[in-house]
């Protein structure tokens, strides 16, 4: 029998400590839809889509009155597209991004990922066309999200690629300069992508994916910021074993909201992604979790080793809740979406190097940052190149969500709006990396012995 | 099916009977109740069976808050299975 206690614990963390399924994202093939008419295609696309995804949205809300939990995001996830346009005799895959927005519209989802290309050892002819076309893309589309995977462990890095996304990143930010670069807000390079995310902006349904599934993101960082206030001042081992209890039961939140929403959409259910993903609300941040540890400011020294801690037991709360945990899952740190993260890199104790440590222990990397509007594509690209080495190398995914804002310097402020908040625009090296992005090639795969 | 109904807000004269008329008029039968007023603040914990209502749990879900609104009263309506999957392993 439950107790009250329990019903009214499980009631404050919904109403008061903004826990809430962040997002149901239904993931689904399209690689029957391949057409060397590119109209053809984008039909195929777009039938398809608004077929297996009708009823998201609805089962969505039935299931959020039902249990009495918010889901913000019913999104859509899709094959990468440099796949599936792969026969099209086409030069761009603007129509297709064209495509992907109104069958996202059409299905009420505020999010449709897949505009991607995978070329950490290469990049085929398709891979380039896409990677070319998505400046264009995100200007005249709303809700596609791009994303390239320029790196992983068993491949190396494709420094070619590398050297091209800063490129690409700066013309997407000055194509969409009239919303301060907003257009980089939804693209997202990666190394050691995962297939089965179901977060904004890197999702995308992998080609090891079954037809069609249903993936959940859970969220909860004000859930576990209010349970360490409880343990001030105790050893690391309570500390960790507080979030380890905690996660345990927003990631059973997690289990059951996807379990239920797969059976009503008659579809498998793939994963939940345990990751504590922050909004601009106050009370459902990263950085004050890290802060109540003991920390006066995030960024400043202990802010790295209290963020692994924080990530490991996450995982280990969350893995038992489930049956299947996969996706990004662990504590995410995008600045521009986080009170805490804002207010310490307004302060300037957190900048950019320091955010690249913590990229080492966390589960994703460098995320919606801004930078000067006067930032070099090469600096971009080495930054890219950077973050890339870190996830190589320690057999993680690592990414870069980062918006060179049009005409805006240091100290000024980027709004995006809604969930992707607003950015301080952060400094970079003034230091050129010109020459050692001009080399391109590949970086070669790392060892995976001797390991130290 | 087991529901949850949770009403929390300022204690007042009538606050059981009008929930619990409510839910007879759509057919839903009440198991256990557990309640206290806590410095003024009235709570309420009741565990309904809802497998013979007579309108989807979406919708009671959606009548039962709006009755709650007009009485200044927050009233939830939840399935059994979201507090299951918390609190036992």
């Known amino acids: 029998m439950l107790n009250r206690n329990d019903i009214f614990q499980t009631l404050d963390m919904i109403n008061k400590r903004h826990l809430d399924i962040r997002t149901i994202t239904m993931g689904i093939s399209l690689m029957d839809c391949a057409d060397r008419d590119i109209e053809v295609c984008c039909q195929k696309i777009y039938d398809k889509i608004t077929r297996c995804a009708k009823d998201l949205v609805r089962v969505g809300e039935d299931i959020e009155k039902e249990f009495g939990i918010p889901i913000v995001n019913k999104r859509i996830s899709v094959t990468p597209i440099a796949l599936v346009a792969a026969a099209c005799e086409a030069d761009s895959y603007v129509p297709i991004a064209k495509t992907l927005d109104e069958a996202a519209r059409s299905c009420g989802v505020n999010f449709i990922g897949g505009f991607s290309a995978l070329v950490q050892k290469g990049c085929t002819a398709s891979d380039w066309k896409l990677i070319r076309s998505i400046p264009e893309a995100m200007a005249v589309t709303e809700r596609v999200c791009a994303s390239v995977n320029v790196g992983s462990t068993k491949a190396g890095i494709n420094m070619d690629a590398v050297a091209e ?84 039961q927003i990631t059973r939140m997690g289990q059951i909201v996807g379990k239920e929403a797969s059976e009503r959409l008659g579809i498998p259910f793939g994963i939940v992604d345990l990751s504590l993903a922050p909004t601009p609300a106050v009370g459902d941040s990263v950085a004050r979790i890290l802060e109540e540890m003991g920390l006066e400011t995030v960024g400043t020294h202990g802010t790295t080793a209290a963020l692994a801690l924080l990530n490991d037991a996450v995982k280990k709360g969350g893995v038992m809740a489930s049956n299947h945990v996969g996706g990004l899952s662990g504590a995410f740190i995008p600045v521009s979406e986080d009170e805490g993260m804002i207010a310490a890199a307004e302060g300037g104790t957190l900048v950019l190097d320091k955010l690249e440590a913590m990229t080492c222990v966390c589960s994703v990397g460098l995320d919606m940052i801004a930078v000067p509007g006067d930032t070099s594509a090469a600096t971009i690209s080495a930054i890219i190149a950077d973050e890339a080495a870190i996830g190589m190398i320690n057999t993680k995914t690592t990414a870069v969500r980062i918006i060179p804002a049009p005409g805006k310097v240091v100290g000024d402020r980027v709004e995006m709006g809604g969930l992707l908040g607003s950015a301080p625009v952060m400094p970079v090296h003034a230091e050129a990396s010109d020459l050692f992005v001009a080399r391109g090639g590949r970086i070669p795969a790392p060892i995976q012995s001797l390991k130290n | 099916m087991k529901a949850i109904v949770t009403v929390v807000g300022k204690d007042q004269v009538g606050i059981i009977a009008s929930v619990c008329n409510q839910l007879a008029q759509y057919n839903v039968n009440v198991l256990d109740i557990s309640q206290t007023v806590m410095q003024g603040y009235f709570t309420m914990m009741m565990v309904v069976d809802v497998s013979a209502c007579t309108v989807e749990l979406a919708q009671l879900c959606g009548i039962m808050e709006e009755t709650g609104k007009a009485k200044g009263l927050s009233i939830r309506v939840q399935r059994e299975d979201i507090f299951d999957a918390m609190h036992r392993i």
């Open chain 1, 165 to 248: 996304m800063g490129r690409i990143i700066k013309q997407t930010a000055e194509i969409t300069s009239d919303r301060d670069g907003l257009g980089c807000a939804k693209l997202v390079v990666f190394a050691n992508a995962v297939e089965d995310n179901p977060f904004m902006a890197g999702a995308f349904h992998g080609v090891g994916e079954p037809e069609c599934v249903l993936n959940v993101g859970v969220s909860g960082p004000g859930v576990v910021y209010h349970a360490l206030q409880s343990v001030k001042g105790q050893p690391f081992d309570v500390v960790a074993e507080t979030i380890k209890k905690t996660a345990f």
